[in-house]
């Protein structure tokens, strides 16, 4: 094919119109429609849903919370409840001996002990528990001279409770 032809073939076609148009995507585009919708269900169904469902649990938790509950605050401490403070929301829990912490209430939750973990855990104390003599024996060692400590003799210097004399 030469220049010529080549010219009057573009010349000829350029005037029509081609035979099919493909036509602009737009928003109403069905194929758009449906596959947001099933985005935004799948979004519901997989995020949302399941964090209300903890929201409501968590809420249960925290209304259900009464005094000898094992609680965990936000920050990792360990503790019991030892009274609530309906007014102002709040809860004292023991810590330690001796030792209460004031927490608001959303920032604890109960430590519930998984069923299969407390029967682990009471297998394992029955089976540390002596049945007989021999068992006990066994368990505890005896006592001989050199693992006793050494003996104190008489205190020397100042004595608890009285001052020395010069």
Do not use: C, W
């Not at 099933?38 to 925290?62: G, N």
């Not at 709040?90 to 959303?106: D, H, I, P, Y």
């Not at 394992?124 to 505890?140: F, L, N, R, V, W």
């Amino acid at each position: 094919m030469d220049l010529n032809s080549f010219i009057v073939t573009l010349a000829t076609t350029a005037g029509q119109a081609p035979e099919t148009e493909p036509e602009a995507p737009g928003f109403f585009n069905p194929t758009f429609l449906i596959a947001m919708i099933i985005i935004i269900v799948a979004f519901y169904v997989l995020i949302q849903r399941p964090q209300r469902q903890q929201q409501e649990e968590r809420q249960r938790q925290t209304n259900e919370m009464k005094k000898g509950d094992k609680v965990v605050s936000v920050g990792g401490i360990h503790g019991a409840v030892a009274r609530m403070n309906k007014e102002k929301d709040t809860v004292l829990v023991t810590v330690a001996k001796g030792v209460e912490m004031e927490f608001n209430r959303t920032a604890l939750t109960i430590v519930r002990e998984d069923p299969a973990k407390a029967k682990d855990k009471k297998q394992k104390e029955e089976e540390q528990e002596p049945d007989s003599g021999e068992a006990a024996s066994s368990a505890a060692p005896e006592e001989t001279p050199a693992s006793k400590p050494p003996a104190r003799g008489p205190a020397k210097g100042r004595q608890k409770g009285k001052k020395a004399r010069a």
